[in-house]
């Protein structure tokens, strides 16, 4: 199999399979040719996992048993994610890549084989379900040891079209109800790669955090007829003193009741529901924002930050008139040497508790020579 | 002050005051007198906190910005859990104590200054409220280092009564609307002071996952007539294979779909709402499952396990016919040197995966030689 499709920017995608059946995707700019192939053995492919109702909360846990074995920070000659050299195959085949998008070999979820719906919720009578959905690593570069802050622009445009290209593909499997792209970095975090990387998590369910954000959008939709996360962006833009960094495209702010020590949000001003929405000149801005705004966060304690970055998008089939796109980037690190840990309140009741007002963060970002 | 309360079980509470008006209260079983005065200077008080809406949500987050200068971590000759002797001035005056809670020295949530009231929640637009509520410190022995593990039957009964009067006083403020007394353990957790000790954080607001918790019992009495909660464990009962430990009044179980590597939840047989509806059948069977539990957490690996043990009980005022009083405990040491990380699925989507099965850990638990 060899395919290759045009998008935009000049972007072509290549795809590729690999010695296991998974498929590689490489997203170029020079017009490479992608034909090494993936010389490994071929690997029994796991099976796909359990889904199981938590019924105290109405919430699926998907179980991934096979995974206690996966790869944990293997050492820089080891790097799975490092393009093939010589005698070490690794996950891409190329000596070379811009960004690549492959399956993971360990993916907590799957595509199902034949038929696949959620079984209904009734209580702890749930029928067991099986973890449908797909699982996507995404490569932000070649060099092992550099950050997303270390990209060139040209780099994080490439990058966003390939988010862009997999939500949009994604979204066109039957079983697939939710993407997310993210991004964690940091040993702090439980990053066990140190390799500029994300992943992509495409999911058979709406995930617990996003169906809560559809309810509240609904409800003050319903209440107001206006569309909850514009109101919201509308009390940053008025209130200012929160705002981080923005550009005639993009806005990257300290939300108003931030849980983390450091979060930012960034926002689209041109608000869509979803990666694939984006204009050619909100994509054309991202680079630069984006860019800004992880050096500001590594450079408040002069320090590489651990964050989750994930964009929140709406739903593929629902909600998509009242949610909308944006990047969230949490961090845990309060002070170099110390981190905020969810303890009993945040994880045993959900209840949030915050030891630095948002403006305060907000200002420490703005401060940031860059 | 000084007041004097007979509890159940011999077990006599006295109140002191602290050199800057907190209580502090000796829960005590040999008629101990606790006269000692708290010698230390006055300390000005922090003034309350801020509640903010995070409206993506309509989840209150509490804001304690005077919280980020507390002790971290003090060498074991400077804790101020420990009896006071000689030159240190510590929390306790006393040079010994069996169990004692006292108001925290800085608290996330306090108690409102006249009338109080939850700003209605109107979106971006919801007032800024103030974090009441109360906090509260339980120190379980007064010998250093030690776990809840280590604490003898006689101790968890005292300490059991003290998590019942602590409810029953504070269910009786108005603006108390939940209460949860948790322990958190492990320095893999932020824990701040290795002493044994819990908390106790009583909100003014019904937290978030608790409200959910609610919704889901709520709707299964609608549909079904039944107790959600008392249906699940009639199926653990059922299937057996994630007991972990059970006596005449109580049962633990590995819950169905856990979500950390070893989650155990126990609960009394003869259901109740909470803490204070326990008889004193239940009473005196408690610190033999406590203890069981704990100590076959530890025996897994053979080391000190991070966990948070938290009471879930039904709230002071709502949902008090469906919510029934349980004690979860979970950990998310996965193996030795391995953690398991909430990141970018659980963090940011709040979609949990688990990589060991329920069946797995609790046949581990189980496996534990006591």
Chains 1, 2 share one sequence.
């Not at 045009?6 to 998974?22: E, F, P, Q, V």
């Not at 630069?288 to 593929?316: N, S, T």
Request: proline share 7%; aromatic share 8%; net charge negative.
């Amino acid at each position: 199999m060899s395919e290759s499709k045009k998008l935009t920017a000049g972007i072509i995608r290549n795809d590729r399979l690999m010695s296991d059946a998974r498929t590689i995707r490489y997203y170029d700019t020079n017009g490479q040719k992608r034909e090494v192939l993936d010389s490994r053995p071929v690997e029994v492919q796991p099976t796909i996992g359990e889904l199981r109702l938590d019924p105290l909360v109405n919430e699926w846990v998907a179980m991934a048993a096979h995974r206690q074995g996966r790869v944990f920070l293997p050492p820089k000659e080891l790097c799975p994610l490092c393009p093939t050299t010589g005698e070490l195959l690794t996950e891409i085949p190329e000596k070379d890549y811009e960004v690549v998008v492959f399956d993971n070999r360990s993916p907590s979820l799957r595509p199902p084989v034949g038929d696949w719906a959620l079984p209904d919720i009734v209580g702890p009578d749930t029928d067991l379900g099986t973890a449908a959905g797909k699982c996507e690593v995404i490569c932000f570069a070649p060099e092992h040891g550099n950050s997303f802050k270390d990209l060139s622009p040209q780099r994080v445009r490439t990058l966003l079209e390939a988010w862009i290209d997999r939500t949009e593909e994604l979204s066109q499997s039957s079983f697939i109800e939710h993407i997310a792209p993210f991004e964690n970095r940091g040993e702090e975090i439980g990053v066990t790669i140190s390799h500029p990387h994300g992943q992509i998590y495409a999911y058979s369910y709406i995930p617990p955090k996003v169906e809560k954000m559809l309810a509240a959008a609904n409800k003050y939709k319903q209440e107001t007829g206006k569309i909850l996360f514009d109101a919201i962006v509308e009390r940053e833009l008025r209130d200012e003193e929160r705002i981080v960094a923005r550009n005639d495209r993009w806005l990257a702010y300290v939300p108003y009741a931030a849980r983390y020590p450091f979060e930012i949000h960034v926002t689209p001003l041109n608000p869509v529901a979803d990666l694939t929405g984006l204009t050619a000149q909100d994509r054309e801005a991202f680079p630069e924002i984006a860019l800004e705004v992880m050096k500001r966060l590594d450079g408040v304690f002069g320090i590489e930050m651990a964050y989750i970055a994930a964009w929140h998008q709406a739903p593929v089939r629902i909600g998509r008139d009242v949610m909308r796109l944006h990047w969230q980037i949490t961090s845990v690190r309060r002070a170099p040497g110390k981190l905020k840990y969810l303890a009993g309140s945040e994880s045993a009741m959900g209840a949030f508790i915050m030891d630095m007002r948002p403006e305060q963060s907000a200002g420490q970002l703005r401060e940031v020579i860059l």
